[in-house]
């Protein structure tokens, strides 16, 4: 596996810590962020998913915990919009040139808003996905902030 993605360069451009987690990535999983926690050996609350979302027609993104799920009309909110909706897996791709169960929010193809669900800051240390399936990254969830320039607030349902 190749631990060099754009998402990894990303974090490294950034002066970012992290540390690397490979695990064997299961793409028959019904939710991939659960399944990546089971296969590292963390609690799902600390294992934070990507979705891509339209918002007033506009791509945005939301990171959240993977034993949660979106709010939309909370989404909206945050980032002051009216109407929010799971953007489609492959226009997620496209966007982002990175495939579904890869997903990360570092070092798209296009950088988007970002809003980060405020309880990912209560934990030390977080995983999101390195840019390629079975590849997580582990770092402060602050950084998450800092270097995204993510807005923080309760988007779970």
Known sequence: MAHSTRATQFLKSQGVEFALREYDYDP??????????????????????????ILDGK????????DREVSMKKLAAALKGKSAAMMKPEEAERLTGYHVGGISPFGQKKRVPVVLDAAALNETRVFLNGGQRGLQVEMVPGDIVRILNAVTADIAA
């Open 59 to 66: 791509p945005v993104c939301a990171v959240l915990a993977s």
């Open 28 to 53: 028959a999983a019904d939710r991939i962020g659960l399944a990546a926690a089971e296969a590292i050996g963390v609690e799902p609350h600390r294992v934070l998913k990507t979705l891509m979302l």
